[in-house]
């Protein structure tokens, strides 16, 4: 039909046959150039695979498995560079027209791939004249199924740095391509996890009336506070990159009070790993309460944690680390040694 005559575009020459299967020549002054870009196509690609998949998982109520899929780009990685193809990955628009398709098992990917190799090895040529707009409609189609506006109201309504991300992420994709804008955001999500990892909530404990447990005092302002003990819990693992927060965020407490305590107890429970720094931080942390003459005692530390502020020499200016003393116990002692010195000054 001569399209090409009216200004449409049409597909072109395809090669045909297949390539010869080879180890590439790369030599070591290669590898400086290549490494950068290798490490993007496989974050790119991985990115972009876990996004389909998940989706795909969630839709049909299975569950993804990463580690079956990196597997997978794996091995479909190593072939294309015997072939010298392309860097391969999940593929969102392949992946919904084979949805769209009627396909239900990874059966449908194998067919597919039959089909492609016989259309290569034979029929590359009655190729040529297909217009490229049929293609184009083909995925606009398939991708017009996963703009949901009303995804995007939850995300305003629940999380507003999802939102943001979510934003990103479509703004990228349309403004700069597919890759980039999953890769933009990629890069929100990532810088969002490492402010809240750099910054995690520090709660000031209270006594949850009628129990011996403890909660945040600012969720929970009905909590009972003790005289003269200060409780604080960071809910976070305590690493070098957020250790510093942690200790400005209970020194500036302490300055607040009016009255200083004469007891500051750290619960560890909600920290499930502590670094060599935070463990050097918190111990410069307990001996500067210290030397205000206040008690510093660290409590329900893991297993894992204790064995990592024994190792550091910190059993001694933490009052002991053990696995039996829980919150209440620690308070429930220092109270009956309160009654005792008084009943002393009284005598």
Known sequence: MNFESLGIKLLGEVPQGLPPLRIPGIDLSDLNELMPLALACFALGAVETSAIGRMFAEKHHERFDSNQELLGLAAGNFAAG?????????????SL??????????LSGLIASVVILIVSVFLSGSLRNLPQPVLAAIVLLAVSGLFKL????????????????????????????????????????????????????????????????FSDLERHPDNITHPAVLIFRAEASVLYF????????VLGRLRKETTPPE????????SPHVDLHGAKVLGALA???????????????????????RGEGLDERFGGI??????????????????????????
């Open 322 to 347: 053990d696995r039996f003393r829980t919150v209440a116990q620690v308070i429930e002692d220092f109270g009956n040694q309160q009654g005792e010195i008084r009943s002393k000054a009284v005598g």
């Open 82 to 94: 015997l072939g010298q193809a392309f860097p391969v990955s999940g593929g969102m628009s392949q």
């Open 150 to 213: 009303s995804e995007l109201r939850h995300l305003w309504r629940a999380d507003r740095a999802e939102f943001v991300v979510a934003m990103a992420a479509l703004l990228g994709v349309l403004g700069a391509g597919l890759l980039q804008g999953v890769l933009i955001g990629a890069i929100i999500s990532l810088v969002q996890l490492l402010r809240r990892a750099a910054h995690p909530h520090v709660a000031f404990l209270g006594q949850i009336p009628g129990t011996n447990r």
């Open 242 to 249: 957020n250790v510093e927060h942690v200790r400005d965020t």
């Open 97 to 106: 027209v084979n949805e769209s398709s009627g396909a239900k098992t990874s």
């Open 263 to 270: 007891l500051v107890v750290c619960d560890l429970s909600t």
């Open 287 to 309: 001996d500067e309460v210290s030397s205000t003459g206040i008690r510093f005692q660290v409590v329900e530390a893991r297993s894992t944690v204790r064995d990592r502020l």
